[in-house]
């Protein structure tokens, strides 16, 4: 596998999990309340998701030929993005806080 697929897997694992460390939107714009919602964390992850994917099929076009993907590649790469996001959210939900 390529320096470039590398990167890329490691930025979702990151972007998977960035709506579960902190109370901002997108880790930028401060959000009134103190908690965020989570459907608010499972829209920023969706838009995460599709900011990588840009990201990806960017370094594949600079690469070389860019393939064709069907349905059958977003269901995956969808599902690997929310297992990646298993740490961040056994932080944020199932972690007991004192």
Known sequence: MSAAGWFIVLL????ANLPFFNQRLFAV???RATKKSAW???????????IVGVLGF????RAGNRFEQGWQFYAI?????VVF???GFTF???IKRR
């Open 12 to 15: 979702a694992l990151a972007c």
């Open 29 to 31: 714009v401060p959000l």
């Open 40 to 50: 608010l964390r499972i829209g920023e992850m969706i838009v995460l998701y599709f």
């Open 58 to 61: 960017w370094l594949e076009s």
């Open 77 to 81: 790469t969808f599902s690997l993005f």
């Open 85 to 87: 996001a298993f740490p």
């Open 92 to 94: 944020q939900y199932l």
